[in-house]
């Protein structure tokens, strides 16, 4: 004879204290597609807690595998070159935000695989 393991189901206020966000951004998510959709029960909406974590770590293994990859296309540092050759400042500027952007389309691709 085998028994079950008692759950308790997981509410909006339980996920937003997990991830450490509001109520309604735990709304918002769902409404975007970011989190898995509920069950309602009654007129309260409920996740299985296998669900959620199962999510949470597929989010989290993800993050950690772009941050991997941005860190792993990232130009290696060039040594300290003469003043001629230093780049103007909007030329940096334009740098940091190309990488910006690619680190958000990387964030974006993995969110969407």
Known sequence: MTTATAFRPLSKEDLADVLGVSIRTIENWVNDGILPAPTKLGNRVYWHPNTFYAWLDRRLSADAATAEAVQDS????????????????????????DKVRNRTQAQLDALMA
């Open 74 to 97: 990232a130009p290696e540092p060039q040594p300290a070159r003469a003043k001629s050759k230093v780049r103007s400042q909007s030329a940096m500027a334009k740098t940091k935000l």
